[in-house]
C-alpha cells in the first residue's frame, strides 16, 4: 500500500492550536505534568501527552469500559485519563515496578477524586497478570511500560480482553526509529516485532495513529 499523501505535519505553532481545540487544558493534569518535570527532569519526557490524555478518556467512556487496566503508570498521568472514563462503580488495575513514580500518582489520584477506582501492584507487570483469577477480564488496557516486553504484555492482556475491549500502545513509532534502518536497540526492535505482529494479527482490528509518539489501537474481535 503506497501513501496517498493525507498527512500533516505539525509545528509548534499547529501543535498549540491543536491542544487549545480540544478538552486538553485540565489544571490538575498540568500541575501532575510540572512536578513530574521538576522532580524527574528528563525521565518526565515519558509522561503522555494532553491530547493522549484526552483520547483515552473518550474511548473509555464510548465503549463503556468497567474494568480497566494499565501496564506502566509511571506518576498518574494516564491511569488518571482512564479512570475518568470510567462509571462510578468502574475499576482500574495499574502496573509498575517504583514506589518513587507512583507515590507522585497516588497523590494525584488523591487530588482527581479517582483513587477509589485504582488499585496499584507494585511489581513486575506479568507475574500480576499471570496471577490474576481465571476468568478475569478487561475492557480497556494500555501498555506504555519496558518495550522489550511488549509482546509480552500485548499477549497476555489480549487473552484477557473481552471481546470489543479496546487494548491501547504508546510509543509504537518510537521517535521515528522503527523506520531507522541503523537503529537496532533491543527496545527498537522489540517494537517493530509488535508493530508487524499486530499489523498482521487477524485476533484483532487495528489501527496506528500518530499521536504524540504514535499510539496503536486494537479491539479484540
Request: hydrophobic share 45%.
Amino acid at each position: 500500500m503506497t501513501s496517498d499523501g493525507k498527512f500533516l505535519k505539525l509545528d509548534a505553532e499547529l501543535y498549540d492550536y491543536l491542544l487549545n481545540h480540544g478538552h486538553n487544558g485540565d489544571p490538575l493534569l498540568r500541575e501532575l505534568a510540572e512536578e513530574t518535570a521538576r522532580k524527574l527532569g528528563r525521565m518526565s519526557a515519558m509522561q503522555i501527552a494532553p491530547e493522549q490524555g484526552s483520547l483515552m478518556t473518550i474511548l473509555a467512556r464510548a465503549i463503556g469500559a468497567r474494568a480497566a487496566l494499565e501496564i506502566g503508570t509511571f506518576t498518574g498521568y494516564s491511569s488518571i485519563c482512564v479512570a475518568r472514563g470510567l462509571p462510578p462503580d468502574g475499576h482500574l488495575l495499574c502496573c509498575d515496578v517504583s514506589e518513587e513514580w507512583t507515590a507522585i500518582a497516588r497523590k494525584y489520584w488523591e487530588l482527581a477524586g479517582v483513587a477509589g477506582k485504582i488499585t496499584l501492584r507494585i511489581g513486575p507487570a506479568l507475574e500480576t497478570l499471570r496471577a490474576l483469577p481465571a476468568g478475569e477480564s478487561f475492557d480497556f488496557a494500555f501498555i506504555d511500560a519496558d518495550k522489550t516486553n511488549y509482546r509480552n504484555y500485548y499477549e497476555e492482556v489480549l487473552a484477557r480482553m473481552r471481546s470489543n475491549g479496546l487494548i491501547l500502545i504508546d510509543n509504537v513509532l518510537w521517535n521515528g526509529a522503527v523506520v531507522n534502518p541503523r537503529s537496532q536497540t533491543d527496545d527498537t526492535r522489540a517494537i517493530r516485532a509488535l508493530n508487524d505482529l499486530i499489523a498482521a494479527d487477524r485476533r484483532v482490528d487495528a489501527v496506528m495513529i500518530p499521536v504524540a509518539d504514535g499510539l496503536t489501537i486494537c479491539r479484540k474481535r
